[in-house]
């Protein structure tokens, strides 16, 4: 039975917000999908809501692929299907397939509800029914087996189950072969880690380490990082209440991996953070010890929220200002440069999953070209002895070692290389070694 024109409930309202704002029907540009949702969510009161908005905004767009597959298949005509029909299918499929704390009626009645508000009558019977098969499917409409019987190509099914565009798997399947794309493929489906990085100049640091890793077993620790599979109501309320006091920052463990393997401990100061967003690696560099450190960025509103961490934290405010690392300001060179390069970000997708869908083939060697332009005042900047330190966060060959070739050209010599790590069920992926200048 169709139901009447009601609105959506307050979560799967967020959802669509969030969608809709990060990757309109439209296609025009969206935004990032943290920002979308924030503003989405403000005017939500229940906790409970919040959580399933962020849980399907996140959840959905991971498999945003492999939902619209599914929905389509069940379409006589999926080309000529309305996007908005689509997209709200596509996020009920995603409650029906992956939530199983949600009755499947509750989804069916507020997604044809949906439908209708937005689309007619006509067009909610047509959400109905194919809701309905989806339904009928059960533990099949999860299973490889659906997706490899009607997908034509092993890349159509690898891009349809593994949720990730067409020329994405081709990219990866080209670079790195099958096992490695395989390997990245499933990582970016999976939930990051809820990273963790205790403020290591606080007296009270290492106790506070101790503690919470007490309170759940860390599945990464490193001091001062940590990363949790999961994060229960005891273990949560100590994060926000330390994170309040300035005791530590939500951060990737997997961006302390790598520093440690870069051994930052090494690194002569004053460092340059060329790239330093709203300063994650520069105050995880000063709270270790680093001094001298300055921070430079592009945009206005990423250092004005690297002012506010460093107060958030009492850590010694850096000098830190707005500049274009290709075009370096500077009468004094640094010791060592750090570049967090500006990239394609495709190896942090389960933390980003919106990137996928925005990026295009054309911009890895934009941004290859933009990176080649970094590293040339890089090397023009730098004295004899100077370190440079290149880091990416993404999974394309022209972005990490190409550039690790092009830097060689500029006249350095490796001292050290750090990799993705590929065992042990990773989720990001960050690549990035230190150079000296000859």
């Not at 961490?309 to 850590?315: K, N, Q, T, V």
Request: include cysteine; hydrophobic fraction near 45%.
């Amino acid at each position: 039975m169709i139901a009447s024109d009601r609105t959506p409930p307050p979560a799967r309202a967020a959802a669509l917000v969030t969608l809709e704002k990060t990757l309109p029907v439209s296609g025009k540009p969206g935004q990032d999908i943290q920002a979308a949702l924030n503003h989405s969510i403000c005017s939500v009161s229940d906790p409970r809501d919040k959580a399933l908005a962020t849980e399907l905004s996140y959840g959905f767009l991971r498999l945003k692929g492999r939902m619209e597959h599914l929905v389509a298949a069940h379409l006589s005509r999926p080309g000529k299907t309305s996007p908005q029909l689509l997209r709200i299918a596509a996020l009920a499929a995603y409650e029906l397939t992956c939530l199983e704390s949600v009755p499947p009626h509750a989804t069916l009645s507020w997604a044809v509800d949906a439908v209708k508000l937005h689309l007619g009558a006509g067009q909610a019977k047509v959400a109905n029914a194919v809701l309905r098969r989806i339904q009928a499917l059960g533990k099949d409409a999860a299973a490889p087996s659906f997706y490899a019987s009607s997908t034509r190509s092993k890349e159509h099914f690898l891009a349809a189950w593994h949720s990730c565009p067409l020329w994405l798997v081709n990219l990866w399947l080209r670079q790195y072969g099958e096992e490695t794309a395989a390997i990245i493929l499933h990582a970016q489906l999976r939930k990051p880690l809820t990273g963790v990085r205790v403020n290591a100049c606080h007296p009270l640091a290492h106790a506070l380490f101790s503690k919470l890793s007490g309170l759940m077993a860390p599945h990464f620790s490193h001091f001062p990082w940590l990363g949790f599979h999961t994060v229960d109501l005891r273990l949560a309320g100590t994060l926000s209440q330390a994170e309040e006091e300035g005791l530590i920052s939500r951060q990737s463990p997997v961006v302390g991996d790598l520093l440690t393997r870069l051994n930052h401990a090494a690194w002569p100061d004053p460092i340059w953070d060329a790239c330093a967003g709203r300063g994650g690696k520069s105050a995880a560099l000063i709270e270790l010890g680093h001094t001298g450190l300055f921070a430079s960025d592009r945009n206005k509103r990423r250092l004005r929220g690297f002012f506010a961490e460093a107060g958030r934290l009492r850590i010694p405010r850096p000098l830190a200002f707005l500049a274009d690392s290709a075009h370096p300001p500077l009468r004094k060179s640094p010791a060592t440069l750090l570049i967090d390069a500006p990239c394609s970000g495709l190896g942090v997708l389960s933390r980003r999953p919106d990137a996928k869908w925005k990026r295009a083939p054309a911009d890895i060697p934009a941004l290859a070209s933009i990176q080649k332009r970094i590293l040339q005042a890089a090397a023009q900047i730098l004295p004899a002895g100077g370190r440079l330190v290149y880091m990416t966060c993404t999974m394309t060959r022209e972005e990490n070692d190409c550039q690790a070739d092009f830097i060689k050209h500029l006249g350095f010599e490796r001292q050290t290389l750090a990799e993705p790590i590929l065992a042990g069920e990773p989720r990001e992926f960050f690549w990035g070694g230190v150079w000296r200048k000859k």
